[in-house]
Structures are given as structure tokens and as C-alpha cells.
């Protein structure tokens, strides 16, 4: 084997390896690794109380390709103290509307069915509970309790696989900002 042969054999070496790593560095760019499925969450804000009135934002993250269309919080699937939160109303956010809701003041317990007709939502707001205040409200006294809530596709089917969170600080994005929801 003479030297030049040698040298253009190491070339082609040293060509093979710089192309396999191009190539794997551009799959990993590109997220054909280490990319995990994100894990949906049902997320519910801290209470924010102002003077005698206090409201609770409800949003969802990374919801299933095609979105959560319906959220149904059955009776025991919330509750709250009764001698300080009284009056609670919910109202739907993004194009989410209450189909029903029940908030008793006497058991301290509550349920509603919010959906969206025309679209899912992946993430974002969906809606917005608001409550009269008597004394000092922590967020321990609004609890949503996950095995009395189902969350719904846009497609009719039931979302699974979900977490609630609660009592961290989340921001949901807009859904305009987005170029809209699902």
C-alpha cells in the first residue's frame, strides 16, 4: 500500500465518520431524539382574591392532538370551605360555554360541564371560576378532586392519561397567538 493510497483511505474514513455525525446531530436537531410524549395536563390557577372576590382560572397543556372539547366535574369533584367561599359562578373562556353547573353553599360542594362545539383546545384557558370572599382565602379552600373529572376530546372521545396540577403558577398561552385552537 503506497502512502497516497493510505491517505485516501483515511480520508474516506474520516468523510464516513463526519457524515454519520452530521447526520445524527440533524435527527437530534430535528427531535427524533429524546423527545418524550408530553404528558396532558388539567391545570388549575391559584385562587386570586381582590377585596371580597375571588376568582380561579382552569387551563389545559398539551392536550392530545386533536384537544379537549368537554370538561365535566361531577358532583364531589369539587369542594371548597363553605364558611369563607360562597356564590361560585363559572364561566366558559376561548369559546367554551357552561352547559351546567351546581355549586351548593350548604355541602360546600360543586359541579359543572363546560364545552366547545366548534374546536378543541390543546392548550389554554377554558374557563374562569369566580366566588364571594369572607375572611382570609388560601388555595387549599378550592380543591378539585381528579377521579370526579373527564375531560373529552374534540373527535367524542374520552382524554386519558391526564394530570391534574394545582397550586403552581402557570400561564396558559393564548390560543390567537397560537394562529387558534384546534
Given at each position: 500500500m503506497t502512502s497516497?493510497?493510505?491517505?485516501?483511505?483515511?480520508r474516506e474514513i474520516v468523510m464516513v465518520v463526519v457524515s454519520l455525525g452530521l447526520l445524527l446531530a440533524l435527527s437530534a436537531c430535528m427531535g427524533q431524539w429524546f423527545t418524550q410524549e408530553q404528558k396532558a395536563y388539567l391545570v388549575i390557577g391559584t385562587p386570586v382574591i381582590i377585596g371580597t372576590h375571588g376568582e380561579v382560572?382552569?387551563?389545559v397543556v398539551n392536550m392530545p392532538q386533536?384537544?379537549?372539547?368537554?370538561?365535566?366535574?361531577?358532583?364531589?369533584?369539587?369542594?371548597?370551605?363553605?364558611?369563607?367561599?360562597t356564590s361560585i359562578v363559572v364561566a366558559g373562556l376561548n369559546g367554551f360555554i357552561v352547559l351546567a353547573n351546581e355549586f351548593d353553599d350548604t355541602t360546600a360542594k360543586g359541579r359543572f360541564v363546560i364545552?366547545?362545539?366548534?374546536?378543541?383546545?390543546?392548550?389554554?384557558?377554558v374557563a374562569k371560576l369566580t366566588f364571594d370572599v369572607t375572611g382570609?382565602?388560601?388555595s387549599a379552600d378550592?380543591?378539585?378532586?381528579?377521579?370526579?373529572?373527564?375531560?373529552?376530546?374534540?373527535?367524542?372521545?374520552?382524554?386519558t392519561?391526564?394530570?391534574?396540577?394545582?397550586?403552581?403558577?402557570?400561564?396558559?398561552?393564548?390560543?390567537?397567538?397560537?394562529?387558534?385552537?384546534k
Open positions: 497516497n493510497s493510505g491517505v485516501r483511505v483515511l382560572i382552569i387551563s386533536e384537544g379537549m372539547a368537554v370538561m365535566a366535574v361531577d358532583l364531589g369533584g369539587l369542594t371548597y370551605t363553605n364558611t369563607k367561599i364545552a366547545n362545539a366548534n374546536a378543541g383546545s390543546v392548550a389554554g384557558t382570609n382565602v388560601g378550592i380543591t378539585f378532586h381528579e377521579p370526579h373529572i373527564k375531560l373529552g376530546s374534540h373527535l367524542t372521545a374520552l382524554i392519561g391526564w394530570e391534574l396540577s394545582s397550586g403552581k403558577a402557570y400561564y396558559a398561552k393564548d390560543a390567537a397567538q397560537e394562529g387558534g385552537s
